[in-house]
């Protein structure tokens, strides 16, 4: 199969896969490249590598989400899934989506003829299988779902007749019938003898189409039916988070006022501490100023003391000096006498 070259090299894409953890999806690096008739993914992951290869002929749609993210819907053996990539810019994604429908185009027109078993049934498939209204991508999973429900409805409601498929049916060949279980491809409407290889791919173009006219819509209402449901999970995961969260906040608002509580009293305590030492302050300096005073006194006494002493040694003095001349005046009297009325 031949490619340009840029389709060939590895090419860096994001893919939208979901968190086993979280139970919501996010953006994945990987590499893609289309090589022989695969259309391959290899995770850039640090811890180990995650390929993913997609059979190019199983591929059923292709068709852009945004302006630079697009959606593979391919065949699986349990029916079909919607993988999404985004590309770095605008031309890059719009460049892939051409190589690919190239790439799966090719692969079709090389894809070998099946049974004419299933090529009676894919025509009868092709025939009879009514239009569905596909919803819009912006369009809410709920009327999706009623939109599919309507129809389904208005297919039961109809008389059944001889070459009419319900819904039913029409999902079960879309998943066993169009399939190969061995090979895991869709298998092309089986090509007589007669039948040019225009016709051919012609009628295999159209029971593609056919295939792929309710298939998107399906899958689309499916992922955003599961989107809803993890967004319920996670509401209701975040809910419980959120009423343990306020149950915490109540048991540490309790420990909060406790505290409160205890330091309040451990205010008052150190409130009445500090007055009892400002009052033994207050009592140690009266006790001081007194002790001052007693001993000014004691110095004052002292003073006194040694004036007394002093007062008292002149006063001994005092009483010799006198003694001495009382003494010495009995002795000048008795001259006198003696001098005045002789000896006796």
Known sequence: MDLDDEAQTERILKRKVKNARTNLFEWTKCRCLVVEEHFVCEEMSNTNVKRMEILLANILAIHPKAASRFEVTHATSNGHETDEFMAPTPQHCQLWM??????????????????????????????????????????????????QDDSKDSMEKSPPSEGHISLDEARHLDDTTLMDPQHDKPLLPWKDAETSPSECSEESNKASVAARRYTPSEAEAEEQLGILVRVEGALKQLEVENKLSLQRETSLRHELVNLQDSMRLLNLEKQELLTQLRDVTAEREEWKAIARRKQDELTQ?????????????????????????NRDLAVHVQRLDTLVYGKF
Do not use: C, F, G, Y
Not at 128 to 137: G, Q
Not at 301 to 325: F, G, P, S, Y
């Open 98 to 147: 051409r190589q690919l429908k190239q790439a799966v185009a090719a692969s079709l027109n090389t894809t070998r003829p099946t049974s004419p078993i299933a090529n009676s049934k894919s025509s009868r498939l092709r025939h009879d299988l009514p239009r569905l209204k596909i919803p819009s991508p912006l369009t809410s999973p709920i009327k999706s779902m009623h939109l």
């Open 301 to 325: 006494l002292r003073d006194d003391l040694q004036v007394a002493k002093d007062e008292i040694r002149l006063l001994t003095n005092e009483q010799l000096r006198l003694t001495h001349r």
